[in-house]
T-cell receptor, first 116, second 111 residues
Framework: GAVVSQHPSWVICKSGTSVKIECRSL??????MFWYRQFPKQSLMLMAT?????????EQGVEKDKFLINHASLTLSTLTVTSAHPEDSSFYIC????????????FGPGTRLLVL | SQQGEEDPQALSIQEGENATMNCSYK?????LQWYRQNSGRGLVHLIL?????REKHSGRLRVTLDTSKKSSSLLITASRAADTASYFC???????????FGKGTTLSVSS
């Protein structure tokens, strides 16, 4: 089956630093990837939709200058949390839509970010 | 944004019992999917039901969809301790758009 990987799986950083999270589709092309955030004991909240070769579309309330998304190829999207603060600590999950099977989205294993 | 509510928010049962979780949504959908998430882990896709389907089975899972009521239910039969997890419904409103998740039900199955 289709596999989506995320790297890193865990990151701890100091307040004010920037953190980059990678999302890769390993065996299929993903023209669209999605980024979600999940706080403890809560559901997944969509942050942005990332389309290969174009600017990401952000959900209301998500700061595009703080959460930079780059979808440079059909298999890689990156989310950079700039000047991270403790309130950005969360579980970040990406998903990728298979170009040929549009109903199906494959989720990465998630990246847990802790900002001290 | 989130589609709607799942109920119950938390459910505790004994092994062997059935567990039923409900999900309501607000907008028209193309499909509805159920996912499981073990604590601190990623999502596991369980089942997808399309808007023109009413019921679907997969192993011990049974999903129903009532588009007139904008609701779905997930039934897990003969539950096991390993079924302990959070369960989320997610809706897709047209091919290619992001899935929108419900708030989830936390299921605890004790042996």
């Amino acid at each position: 089956g289709a596999v989506v990987s995320q790297h890193p799986s865990w990151v701890i950083c100091k307040s004010g630093t920037s953190v980059k999270i990678e999302c890769r589709s390993l065996d299929f092309q993903a023209t669209t990837m999605f980024w979600y955030r999940q706080f403890p004991k809560q559901s997944l909240m969509l942050m942005a939709t990332s389309n290969e070769g174009s600017k990401a579309t952000y959900e209301q309330g998500v700061e595009k200058d703080k959460f930079l998304i780059n979808h440079a190829s059909l298999t890689l999207s990156t989310l950079t949390v700039t000047s991270a603060h403790p309130e950005d600590s969360s579980f970040y999950i990406c998903s990728a839509r298979d170009f040929w099977r549009t109903e199906t989205q494959y989720f990465g294993p998630g990246t847990r970010l802790l900002v001290l | 944004s989130q589609q709607g509510e799942e109920d119950p928010q938390a459910l505790s049962i004994q092994e062997g019992e059935n567990a039923t979780m409900n999900c309501s949504y607000k907008t028209s959908i193309n499909n509805l999917q159920w996912y499981r998430q073990n604590s601190g882990r990623g999502l596991v896709h369980l089942i997808l039901i399309r808007s023109n389907e009413r019921e679907k089975h997969s192993g011990r899972l049974r999903v129903t969809l009532d588009t007139s009521k904008k609701s779905s239910s997930l039934l897990i039969t003969a539950s096991r301790a390993a079924d302990t997890a959070s369960y989320f419904c997610a809706t897709g409103n047209q091919a290619g758009t992001a899935l929108i998740f419900g708030k989830g039900t936390t299921l605890s199955v004790s042996s």
